[in-house]
């Protein structure tokens, strides 16, 4: 599979199709993680914003988009890595490693010093799969309203 990635710029119109990328990779969440994932909340306004305010990328199989990543810097010299999506046929090819290192170059091009990102607790195989990369928890964390721990909070250092 050759993937290509392209960063999200003002003229990518294709905002209904990454709408079901990501509603596709997290489709499995459906039932498993309470509160349910922001996913479900997102429309093709809401990415396009999202893309004018983040660093976003696609990875296309051809013209096909396969997966995208959303990175925000914050402080304290972090970049935080957001909706990092693959689809289920594309899983297991890459695709997710190549949108990591992707990110962790542009966190060294800042200047930034570690890559973080937050995973349902439910999620183990993905926790795993992140710990796998550098990422080590740091935190847990509850959403708004609830009384226990709803995701673990993970990062990365970058020397």
Known sequence: ???????IDD???RYDELLQVILSAFAYMEGVVDPPSSAARLTPQVLQDKSGSEIAYVALEGDRIVGCVFLRPEPPETLYVGKLAVLPDAQGKGVGGRLLMLAEQIARAEGLCALRLEVRVELTRNRSYFAGYGFVKTAENRHP???????????????
């Open 11 to 13: 003229h990518f119109e």
């Open 145 to 159: 309203g609830f009384d226990r721990t709803t995701s673990i909070e993970m990062r990365k250092a970058l020397s």
């Open 1 to 7: 599979m050759a993937i290509q990635i392209a960063r």
